[in-house]
């Protein structure tokens, strides 16, 4: 097991490479210490949602030893900024988002545990790894003389994807020429097809706000209507989920609730979130938010429970996506949204591939790692990658993806389900 000492003592020993200059044999060696002491010093870093900024001066440190041609930050938001980073004129973009999903409880997840075979730590795959792995692989194509490239590293990924909107919506001129984005999100290095839609929903509750002793009052509270609304929406949601041939299963979970500031009130307000991944056919539609389609799938769910006098909204969706990649190579569809539908405007001719190391099934969790072996794996796939878009071999939408499938990101027109009556 390394220790903090450890990697303070490889950092002090380490040999001051510079990527653009040869070394032989030692690059190999040299690289491989690079990933590991780089992705344990990002791992220590809380770069919550919100925190992003925490993160961007390590990063530009290490971006800035890249000697890139141009290296910026696109303000977003408040302190919270869009790292981009170019080599030449771009015609490839690696792109994967800063921010991590809260550590829920979980004590030393901003302490990196680091062994031969694994860094455990929140953001170890999802998204540090790629991070790491997508700058690996950009050493290796300065290596190699290669150009015209660059990185873009985006904010909020993990809540509304404000970063990949910003840039979406207003691109800078540098990356005009670009004609593929691989986009990182941690699939096992196998090349995702197509990704689910991504649909946000906030839930509240109201009441008579009264003393907790006034039994004679038997309205129920909003904490009993959205405990009720939540328990019906799971129970009709086994039935009602939608299966789609190519796509899966629709999915969904609850997050979020709040009610009450006092433990002798009865609350007046309760809150929750329920966000789902949805399937083409059940995705919520501009013509459903327009009123002039019902809803299917687990959206016709949730709205079915809702109780008398409860609203429900949508905060943020995304659409199921058709992604890119090669006939030759093993891909396969991903039950999760990413930042692929918004980047996507990026690619002059709407080619995005998403792929890195790490497994989805460990992101997000208290124990959330990524093994060396497939870091290094990563490194390889994204290399090679990239040097096929660089040799003027591009990616194209894959055969046995749905023709229904939608090409980009849906317009949000927020909807809001009044108190029924």
């Not at 044999?25 to 900024?53: I, K, P, Q």
């Not at 004590?107 to 170890?124: H, I, M, N, Y």
């Not at 980047?343 to 099934?361: A, D, E, K, T, W």
Request: net charge neutral; charged share 20%; glycine share 10%.
């Amino acid at each position: 097991m390394f220790t903090t000492a450890d990697l303070d003592r490889s950092r002090n020993s380490a040999v001051c490479l510079n990527p653009r200059s040869g070394n032989g044999a030692s690059w190999a060696s040299y690289d491989h210490a690079w990933c590991r002491r780089t992705l344990a010093d990002l791992c220590a870093v809380d770069s919550t949602t919100g925190r992003e900024a925490h993160l961007s001066s390590r990063l530009l440190r290490e971006l800035t030893r890249l000697e890139p041609d141009s290296l910026c930050e696109l303000p977003v938001v408040g302190e919270r900024c869009n790292l981009l980073a170019t080599w030449g004129t771009p015609r490839l973009l690696l792109s994967t988002h800063l921010d991590v999903v809260p550590a829920a409880g979980w004590k030393g997840a901003f302490t990196p545990s680091v062994d031969a075979q694994e860094l455990t730590a929140r953001g170890a795959c999802d998204a540090k790894g790629q991070i790491v792995a997508q700058l690996a692989a950009i050493r290796r194509l300065i290596r190699l003389g290669l150009t015209d490239f660059a990185w873009l590293g985006v904010v909020d990924e993990e809540r509304d994807s404000l970063g990949a909107r910003s840039v979406a919506s207003n691109p800078p001129a540098v990356l005009s020429e670009v004609e593929v984005v691989i986009n990182g999100e941690p699939t096992g290095n196998v090349i995702a097809s197509a990704q689910q839609g991504f649909e946000r929903w906030s839930l509240e509750c109201t009441s008579e706000v009264r003393h907790g002793a006034c039994t004679e009052k038997r309205a129920a509270g909003a904490v009993s209507q959205l405990i009720g609304w939540l328990h019906r929406f799971e129970s009709a949601g086994q039935q009602q989920a939608a299966h789609h041939s190519f796509f899966g299963l629709e999915s969904y979970n609850i997050s979020g609730l709040s009610a009450g500031e006092a433990h002798n009130i009865v609350a007046p307000v309760a809150r929750s979130e329920v966000t789902l991944r949805t399937v083409p056919a059940c995705a919520t539609t501009d013509g459903e938010m327009l009123g002039e389609k019902s809803p299917v799938g687990l959206v016709a769910a949730l709205e079915q429970a809702r109780p008398a006098g409860a609203h429900l909204e949508l905060q943020h969706r995304s659409a199921p996506l058709a992604l890119s990649g090669w006939s030759d190579l093993v891909a396969a569809p991903v039950a999760f949204g990413s930042d692929a539908v918004h980047l996507i405007q990026l690619s002059r001719q709407g080619l995005v591939v998403m792929v890195g190391p790490g497994s989805i099934g460990s992101a997000h969790t208290d124990r959330e790692s990524i093994q060396w072996t497939a870091f290094a794996s990563g490194v390889d796939v994204l290399e090679a990658l990239s040097r096929r878009v660089l040799a003027g071999e591009l990616p194209s939408r894959l055969p046995g993806v749905p023709r229904e499938v939608s090409g980009g990101s849906s317009r949000l027109n927020s909807r809001r389900f009044g108190a029924r009556r």
